[in-house]
């Protein structure tokens, strides 16, 4: 007679507890820990940096804050992802391990995880109620698309080609530019 034990969900705090004494990166997907991507180009990391310098500049002394993808956002109970970078706009706890009131989340996309981020996590991402702007960003070419709900409850998808376009934030009253989150890494 052979015993089978029931594979049980972990929690979001066991999840969490566990990350922290984790060499590498993971998300929490349909209750168990998925080891993340690694190996990124070089071409992508500059992207995510200027975001961030970008990010960082224009929401310096106000409520909002950006993260890295050492930080965390639960896409619905039990679930949580590590986007590129985000933006979160709640509480401020320097020992939280998930943004409080995440608002805008970027997405810099690679062969390896482009059709999982344009397809399942855009989902999930629209699904929370806070979040106000999705951009996903291509590393190669200066094209982005930002999916925004600011007043109404719908989603409006706008792609954005070409160094000269402005990306809009009003969910966090900014504009960036595109040109300067691709400063370094297009010619």
Request: proline share 7%; net charge negative; hydrophobic share 40%.
């Amino acid at each position: 007679m052979s015993v089978v034990s029931a594979v049980v969900p972990w929690t979001t705090d066991a999840f969490l507890d566990w990350q922290a004494e984790q060499d590498d990166r993971y998300e929490l997907v349909d209750g168990f820990p998925l080891k993340m991507m690694t190996g990124a180009t070089r071409r992508h990391d500059l992207v995510v940096v200027n975001i961030l310098v970008a990010l960082r500049i224009r929401l310096r002394n106000g409520p909002c804050i950006p993260f890295t993808a050492d930080g965390a956002v639960e896409t619905r109970p039990g679930q949580i992802r590590r986007p590129d970078v985000g933006v979160d706009c709640g509480p401020t706890d320097p020992d939280a391990r998930i943004a409080s009131e995440p608002t805008v989340v970027f997405e810099v996309l690679s062969p390896s995880t482009r059709d999982f981020d344009r397809l399942r996590k855009i989902g999930e991402y629209k699904s929370m109620p806070l979040l106000r702007h999705i951009v996903l960003m291509e590393p190669d070419r200066s094209h982005a698309v930002v999916w925004s709900r600011i007043e109404r409850a719908d989603w409006e998808e706008h792609t954005l080609e070409g160094m000269e376009a402005v990306l809009p934030l009003p969910g966090i009253a900014i504009e960036l530019r595109l040109d300067e989150l691709y400063e370094g890494v297009l010619a």
